[in-house]
T-cell receptor
Framework: DAMVIQNPRYQVTQFGKPVTLSCSQT?????MYWYQQKSSQAPKLLFH???????NEADTPDNFQSRRPNTSFCFLDIRSPGLGDAAMYLC???????????????FGPGTRLTVL | AQKVTQAQTEISVVEKEDVTLDCVYE???????LFWYKQPPSGELVFLIR????DEQNEISGRYSWNFQKSTSSFNFTITASQVVDSAVYFC????????????WGAGTKLIIKP
């Protein structure tokens, strides 16, 4: 089945120790998103890739970076995690194009990050 | 400015009851898109429906139905004959054409279905 896969599902890191979360998709969608979701809150968009074009949200901290080496994979790098970065990180994909409007996003299961 | 309001923070009903989750949105655009997502306790967000602003037809999918009314800027979601498996957080979201693919999310409504 076509899907969005995130690894690992649970990640524990130490304060200040860099961590990388990964996302892969078999849907062949051209857009990939990274969201941060804290307990009892709606997801918050960090950035997205439209094809190879990177789009950073204005309020995303510089501590968060992303890479998309190819269509199928996208990585979220947290350079120096703080206690406030503990959250669920959700990857999503979408198929977008000129004149298509805004289509639905398909989400992975998420990676729950704990910062000690 | 765009905004999505889900006034019901938490709803609790007994299984087999019908329940309606409210969603009110604000936008200045004439072209926009509305969505509902379900987030069960496992955490994965599941897409339920997408509706564009030019299509006010109500939709029914099994026990789920959606009522889109532009006159009241509402896009409400009804579950008929609720089941325990419907227990989840439900999010309503809005996107405007030209918004660079950003979704404006409501705060979510936690739905608890008691056996």
């Amino acid at each position: 089945d076509a899907m969005v896969i995130q690894n690992p599902r649970y990640q524990v890191t130490q304060f200040g120790k860099p961590v990388t979360l990964s996302c892969s998709q078999t849907l062949n969608h051209n857009v990939m998103y990274w969201y941060q979701q804290k307990s009892s809150q709606a997801p918050k968009l960090l950035f997205h890739y439209y094809d190879k074009d990177f789009n950073n949200e204005a309020d995303t901290p510089d501590n968060f970076q992303s890479r998309r080496p190819n269509t199928s994979f996208c990585f979220l790098d947290i350079r120096s995690p703080g206690l406030g970065d503990a959250a669920m990180y959700l990857c999503a994909t979408g198929r977008e194009g000129p004149g298509q409007g805004f289509n639905e996003q398909f989400f992975g299961p998420g990676t729950r990050l704990t910062v000690l | 400015a765009q905004k999505v309001t889900q006034a019901q923070t938490e709803i609790s009903v007994v299984e087999k009851e019908d329940v309606t989750l409210d969603c009110v949105y604000e936008t200045r655009d004439t072209t926009y898109y509305l969505f509902w997502y379900k987030q069960p306790p496992s955490g994965e967000l599941v897409f339920l429906i997408r509706r564009n602003s030019f299509d006010e037809q109500n939709e029914i999918s099994g026990r789920y139905s959606w009522n889109f009314q532009k006159s009241t800027s509402s896009f409400n979601f009804t579950i008929t004959a609720s089941q325990v498996v419907d227990s989840a957080v439900y999010f309503c979201a809005l996107s405007e054409a030209g918004s660079n693919y950003q979704l404006i999310w409501g705060a979510g409504t936690k739905l608890i279905i008691k056996p």
